[in-house]
């Protein structure tokens, strides 16, 4: 199938797939692409994604296999008609995932593939967002930091045109209680509870952004991607990590490395000077007590280190 779509389609196709693995984490959910296959019976599963967020059981890939068409009836639903649909799959006996399926358009508005979002914990807002940010995901996003793969304690928000707040998760709603800031929903990234401009930049410039927040004692590390470009509305989706734990460790390692090297260095310094402390003793017959004091007034009166004057004795004598 790969070979019979056009350059467009291709580089859509490659984009998508750079922004695939964060899409699942963002929406929670198992992400597919589909593309028709030459035989009308089957479909292909160009890549399959599943979430480091996952909260149900981790499925098959089946990523690169064919798939009966008559097992995916919403998906052959979209490829047909260019429509995006919404149904439930049965997980196991007794247990749906919910499950959306949208239409993979070009430029002139013809459908060539399929993305469908499958999960236990469906939020419409979340998926709806994640979808446009798919669609309109800048290039490359593989050195874009900003795009890094989520983990589970990672909080999230949907932030609309408006900088209200429209949709989170629950890790999100945690972070913000802890800062004491309550009822999330409906307020605004600029509101003095939360003052975060660096939202509403990222909207109106369609670029993605990266800050350090101090609330309450926590340091959250957030990023801000732009969802869809403001001629187009306008929203961003916002990630949140709580930091605080990691930065005093990196604190604590940097003290430890510092300390270690001023260690080194001591001991660096102290072998160069019983060396050259053992070079004055030949040369004139001083004590080791006499030697010391004599590279201690030398190294003050011609402002130079101890190390930095046992090191020339040492040159001198070779």
């Not at 401009?197 to 990023?223: H, K, W, Y």
Request: hydrophobic letters at 40%.
């Amino acid at each position: 199938m790969l070979t019979t779509l056009t350059a467009e389609q291709k580089n859509t196709l490659q984009t998508l797939l750079s922004g695939l693995e964060l899409a699942a984490d963002i929406a929670h959910a198992r992400v597919t692409i589909y593309l028709s296959d030459s035989d009308k019976k089957f479909l292909q599963v160009l890549k399959q994604v599943q979430p480091l967020t996952q909260r149900g059981k981790v499925q098959p890939d089946l990523t690169g296999r064919k798939v009966r068409v008559v097992e995916e009836p919403l998906v052959q639903r979209t490829l047909q008609n260019n429509i995006s649909v919404r149904g439930m799959r049965e997980l196991e006996l007794g247990v749906f995932n919910s499950f959306w399926v949208y239409p993979l358009r070009d430029l002139r508005g013809r459908c060539y593939g399929a993305l469908s979002f499958e999960t236990l914990d469906p939020d419409e807002v979340l998926i709806r967002e994640t979808v446009e940010l798919l669609l309109n995901l800048p290039k490359p996003v593989e050195k874009n930091g900003n795009y890094k793969r989520l983990s589970s304690a990672d909080g999230l928000l949907v932030v609309n045109n408006d900088k209200v707040i429209v949709a989170a998760n629950n890790e999100a709603k945690h972070l913000f209680q802890v800062m004491g800031v309550r009822d999330l929903l409906g307020k605004r990234t600029n509101h003095l509870e939360i003052n975060w401009p660096v939202v509403g930049m990222v909207i109106d410039t369609g670029t993605a952004e990266s800050r350090e927040f101090t609330s309450n004692g926590l340091l959250l590390a957030v990023r801000v991607l732009p969802v869809a470009p403001k001629t187009k509305g306008g929203s961003a989706i916002v990630i949140l990590q709580d930091v605080t734990e990691l930065r005093k460790k990196e604190e604590e390692l940097e003290a430890l490395n510092a300390e270690l090297a001023d260690l080194k260095e001591s001991l660096e310094t102290r072998k160069l000077l019983d060396r050259a402390k053992g070079i004055l003793m030949a040369a004139h017959g001083m004590t080791e007590q006499e030697a010391y004091r004599k590279l201690q007034q030398f190294s003050m009166a011609h402002h130079i280190t101890l190390k930095e004057l046992a090191e020339k004795i040492i040159k001198s004598a070779k």
